[in-house]
Nanobody, 120 residues
């Protein structure tokens, strides 16, 4: 079993910054791609950013230039540095991690979500 624990959400004013963290623990042979999603009220969950084990990143157009995803492979952690926050960034943010349980067995896990609220 694998647990993902997120932290770092909160209330911030427009233009402010927050840093989200997600720590994976448990039965882990290795970790593949790590991602951050978000879901605003009444909207579908959307991919915000992803990072491969090699460090290759991708971002949603809406956050390019403002958000930075990074990871620490030794600690099984992924981070999302969010700057120049806007009210439309308000959502519950979830990490999603591809965990390898063996050479041939892998599974995606979700964090519990952390609320980010940006006030105008």
């Amino acid at each position: 079993q694998v647990q993902l624990v997120e932290s770092g959400g909160g209330l911030v004013q427009t233009g402010g910054s927050l840093r989200l963290s997600c720590a994976a623990s448990g039965s882990i042979f290795g970790i593949g791609v790590m991602e951050w999603y978000r879901q605003a009220p009444g909207k579908q969950r959307e991919l915000v950013a992803s990072i491969t084990r090699a460090g290759n990143t991708n971002y949603a157009d809406s956050v390019k230039g403002r958000f930075t995803i990074s990871r620490d492979n030794a600690k099984n952690m992924v981070y999302l540095q969010m700057t120049t926050l806007k009210p439309e960034d308000t959502a519950v943010y979830y990490c999603n991690v591809l965990v390898l349980h063996s050479i041939s067995v892998n599974h995606n896990y979700w964090g519990q979500g952390t609320q980010v609220t940006v006030s105008s």
